[in-house]
């Protein structure tokens, strides 16, 4: 292409600070170096982390910032070294390596990769090095992804070469919480053919979660969300019952207890909030139950009983679903293309990037699943 080994002058949605509407500015892409790959962003939809980083993480050093990490694009150009991919190659940018070739990579036990936070400054949930300045300054690219850009240079490792004939506004969905949430049924929890399953908050992760595990044949799947206006979203992905908390003057967990004869086998919590993770434990029956928490935060600790565990459930947590990023992402673009996966149900409003403002408040007061913006021309 003409623009191999030049700056790229384009479009980004930048946040200056933290809790402040981002502004739409002229940046400066830097050519891809060694092992880098830089990418035409198409299509980018707004996760629940990018607006946990702007309005609450409140992470000293982490701005100005491009956000963005659930997009996809095509391959613009490649840096020396780099041979997996080639420009005109669809593709999926990932916040989660994969190198292969490190002993996490090779294990079957995980889906971490050695290398992979050695990238990303977890701090500041931003990348070590980055190839966009904005006004002369140097802009933190959120993940090491940066989608709300029309170009960005992500490292090869944290790229997914995906079907040539995928909707790149569709599959975007898949670059984190769909496979976020259905592998942490799938994968994670490995839900059981004829188990009940409580899912806790009904955004895409949960929504996505509920899809695994009516792929993985659980008879009963509890959603559970203070919105009712998500149900019936949750029961066409497969939710057999819905359940608001504030209908109920007793906790959830024993609202679910009784429903479920002691308690459901699966639960999942993809809200982020510590409150709600103890009240998953606490919903999955106590000799068996198995409950994963999906949605992030690092700002509280979270505190149990230990008779909770003792008693013979498991608690434990997932990244990416327990996926291999680039693998993963393949598959889920197989299953998608396949008609196996529903993306199109999670997609309830179609903007631009020049929207980007009104996306955020939007989700902000749970109006909106996800907001497919469109970054650039095909």
Known sequence: MATAGKVI?????????????????????????????????????????????????????????????????IVESVGPGVTEFQPGDKVIPVTLSQCRKCRFCQSPRTNQCEVAWTRIRQEIMSSVVSRMTCKGKRVNQFMGTSTFSEYTVVDEIAVAKIDPDAPLDKVCLIGCGVCTGYGAAVNNAKVEPGSSCAVFGLGAVGLATVMGCKAAGAKRIIAVDVNPDKFGKAKVLGATECVNPKDHDKPISEVLAEMTNGGVDFSFECVGNV?????????????????????????????????????????KGTVFGGFKSKDGVAEMVKAYMDKKLNLDELITHNVTLDQINDVIELMRHGKCIRAVMSVSPQ
């Open 9 to 73: 002058k384009c479009k980004a949605a930048v946040a200056w600070e933290p809790n402040k509407p981002v502004v739409i500015e002229e940046i400066e892409v830097a050519p891809p170096q060694a092992n880098e790959v830089r990418i035409k962003i198409v299509a980018t939809a707004v996760c629940h982390t990018d607006l946990y980083h702007l309005l609450e993480s409140m992470a000293i050093g982490g701005f100005p910032t491009v956000l963005g990490h659930e997009g996809a694009g």
């Open 275 to 315: 409150e709600v993770m103890r009240s998953a434990l606490e919903s999955c029956i106590a000799s068996w139950g198995v409950s994963v928490i999906v949605g992030w935060t690092d700002m509280y600790d979270v505190a149990i009983p230990p008779g909770h565990l003792i008693a013979g459930r498991t608690w």
